[in-house]
Nanobody, 120 residues
């Protein structure tokens, strides 16, 4: 079994910064692509950023230039550095990872989410 644990959420004023972490543990051969998603109240979950095993990153237009996704493969951990935060960034942030568990088995996992609240 695999667990994804997010941390680093909290309350911050507009213009501030937070860094989220997503740590994978368990039966892992390799962590493949990882994505951060967010869901605001009354809205659908949306993709924020993704990073491949090799470090190639992609971002939603709404966060480009403000958020940076990175990973430490040795620690099976992915980070989301969020800067210049806006009230509209308020949401529950979820980590999603494709995990290779050996024997050609890839599975998709979600974390439990971490709340980010940006006050104006």
């Amino acid at each position: 079994q695999v667990q994804l644990v997010e941390s680093g959420g909290g309350l911050v004023q507009a213009g501030g910064s937070l860094r989220l972490s997503c740590a994978a543990s368990g039966s892992i051969f390799r962590v493949s692509t990882v994505g951060w998603y967010r869901q605001a109240p009354g809205k659908q979950r949306e993709l924020v950023a993704t990073v491949t095993t090799g470090g190639n990153a992609n971002y939603a237009d709404s966060v480009k230039g403000r958020f940076t996704i990175s990973r430490d493969n040795a620690k099976n951990t992915v980070y989301l550095q969020m800067s210049s935060l806006k009230p509209e960034d308020t949401a529950v942030y979820y980590c999603n990872a494709v995990i290779y568990q050996g024997a050609l088995q890839y599975r998709n996992y979600w974390g439990q989410g971490t709340q980010v609240t940006v006050s104006s």
